[in-house]
């Protein structure tokens, strides 16, 4: 029988985590102040290790627990009376209940971790892509689900499940609601998808090589654009706090002497690294726009971004550690990706007005979307796909969701349960 200290002692461990968690993912793993996390639940600094051992067994800790709540998620979902695309919508709802109170980790700092400690968080996470494969295997094979790449789907659907959580600290959304209405239509995307009845889903008939051209300056501006690359590829990888600048000298096979030539410091290079991102994805989105149709620019949009992120050009992505950037940095990052973000979302209503996208609440749903490929990031694990395939893959996700469009009774949608 456990004691009533025993108790307290475990509640006083829970409400650890979840402050620790959110300071993870506002600060960084290494930025976050284990002083405030211990004054938020009432104790000292000290009083802080009768619950960890030191900052890498706390993060541990909430990467794994991120992992178990996943789990537990997949787990009742799996239960649920419904078919296979029921429960994978049922799945997405648990996941995205704000009613649950227990924050969530962004896993992108995996590095900070011993390589024991990454192997059993990885081990976590493959387990519970496993247990969303099968669910949707479950669904294809009752037909309530289309053919897809499984895989591909899986991780596209934990990337965007991430990103509803990483967003929130990068961007000023419109109103105070807009947690819930993000919640509300990732079910509804991930199920339906934006684009209309009727509507064919062709490949984008531009690559990123056709996109993103850098023109050959100095001998100095092409070293600098070499070293944001490979930084930009470490960072998206193991996170910003997860890499050094010997890290980066190492990957080039240089001395640090050499990163420090071109840039002052670390912070000097990490904003480097988020202007060239932004260049890119203002490149892409500019390519997007001479789309004939709103479907048509949608899916270039998708397509060049996935493209980019896992071809070598790697666009350094928006990760935790927000507030630990400069306050210039942080705006000139809100202001350029909330521009973006209005541009993507005028690319839809285009769409609708020419038929070829439905009426969605598309801020939310072009939010949403911009994390189907963070999970591709981490992992780059694509098998023998080709970078166009898994391109077009989670094109086919966001634009026709995986209920089979034929799967409509007398105009209507038919149901989860009756699929």
């Given at each position: 029988?456990?004691?009533l200290?025993d108790?307290?002692r475990?509640a006083?461990?829970?409400a650890?985590?979840d402050e620790?968690?959110v300071?993870?993912?506002?600060?960084g793993?290494a930025?976050a102040s284990l002083t405030?996390i211990a004054r938020r639940?009432?104790?000292g600094r000290?009083?802080l290790?009768?619950?960890?051992?030191?900052r890498?067994?706390l993060?541990y800790?909430?990467?794994s627990?991120t992992?178990?709540?996943?789990?537990?998620d997949?787990?009742r979902?799996?239960?649920?009376n419904?078919?296979?695309?029921?429960?994978?919508?049922?799945f997405?709802r648990?996941?995205?209940?704000?009613?649950?109170?227990q924050?969530?980790?962004v896993?992108?700092e995996l590095?900070f971790?011993t390589k024991?400690q990454?192997?059993?968080?990885?081990?976590?996470?493959?387990?519970?892509?496993?247990?969303?494969?099968?669910l949707?295997?479950?669904?294809?094979k009752?037909e309530?689900?289309?053919n897809c790449?499984?895989e591909?789907?899986?991780?596209?659907?934990f990337?965007?499940?991430s990103?509803?959580?990483l967003?929130?600290?990068?961007?000023?959304f419109?109103?105070e609601d807009f947690a819930?209405?993000m919640?509300n239509?990732?079910?509804d995307l991930?199920?339906?998808?934006?684009a209309?009845e009727?509507?064919?889903?062709l490949p984008?008939?531009?690559?990123i090589?056709d996109v993103i051209?850098?023109?050959?300056?100095?001998?100095?501006?092409?070293?600098?654009?070499?070293?944001?690359?490979?930084?930009?590829?470490?960072?998206?990888s193991?996170?910003?706090?997860?890499?050094s600048l010997?890290d980066?000298?190492?990957e080039l096979?240089?001395?640090k002497?050499?990163?420090?030539?071109?840039?002052?410091s670390k912070?000097a290079?990490?904003a480097?690294?988020?202007e060239?991102?932004?260049n890119?994805?203002?490149?892409?989105?500019?390519?997007a726009e001479k789309?004939?149709t709103?479907l048509e620019c949608?899916v270039?949009?998708?397509?060049l971004?996935?493209?980019?992120?896992?071809?070598?050009i790697?666009?350094?992505?928006?990760?935790?550690?927000a507030?630990?950037?400069?306050?210039?940095?942080?705006r000139?990052?809100?202001r350029?990706?909330?521009?973006?973000?209005?541009?993507?979302v005028k690319?839809?209503?285009?769409?609708v007005?020419d038929?070829?996208l439905?009426?969605?609440?598309f801020?939310p749903?072009k939010?949403?979307?911009?994390g189907?490929f963070?999970?591709l990031?981490?992992?780059?694990d694509n098998g023998k796909r080709?970078?166009?395939?898994?391109?077009?893959e989670?094109?086919?996700l966001l634009l026709?969701g995986?209920r089979p469009?034929?799967?409509?009774?007398?105009?209507k949608?038919a149901?989860?349960?009756?699929l």
């Open positions: 029988m456990r004691s200290a108790e307290a475990a006083r461990h829970m650890v985590l620790a968690t300071e993870f993912n506002h600060s793993v930025g405030a639940v009432g104790l000290a009083a290790y009768n619950y960890c051992i030191d890498q067994d993060v800790q909430c990467y627990r992992n178990a709540l996943l789990r537990k997949l787990d979902a799996a239960q649920a419904a078919n296979g695309l029921g429960k994978v919508v049922t997405l648990l996941a995205l209940d704000s009613s649950n109170n924050p969530r980790a896993l992108t590095a971790l024991t990454q192997a059993t968080v990885q081990k976590l996470r493959s387990g519970n892509v496993a247990a969303l494969a099968m949707i295997r479950e669904g294809i009752d309530s689900i289309r790449d499984v591909v789907v899986c991780q596209a659907i990337g965007i499940l990103w509803a959580t967003s929130l600290l990068w961007i000023i419109p109103d819930s209405r919640a239509a990732i079910p991930v199920t339906d998808g934006m209309s009727g509507m064919e889903v984008s008939r531009k690559r090589k051209r850098n023109p050959r300056g100095s001998d100095w501006d092409d070293r600098r654009e070499s070293l944001a690359l490979v930084a930009s590829r470490l960072f998206n193991r996170g910003i706090d997860g890499v010997d980066v000298a190492l096979g240089a001395t002497g050499v990163v420090y030539h071109y840039f002052q912070p290079l990490v480097y690294c988020y060239r991102a932004f890119i994805y203002e490149q892409i989105m500019s390519a789309g004939l709103g949608t270039m949009a998708i397509e971004n996935v493209e980019a992120q896992l071809e070598s790697s666009p350094l992505w928006m990760s935790t550690g507030e630990m950037l400069p306050k210039q940095l942080q000139a990052i809100v350029r990706a909330g521009a973006l973000w209005a541009r993507s690319l839809a209503e285009r769409g007005k038929g070829s439905k009426r969605l609440d801020e749903v939010q949403a979307s911009a189907s963070n999970y990031i981490s992992s780059k080709s970078v166009s395939e898994v391109a077009a989670i094109s086919r026709l995986l469009r034929k799967a409509r009774l007398n105009g949608q149901s989860y349960e009756t």
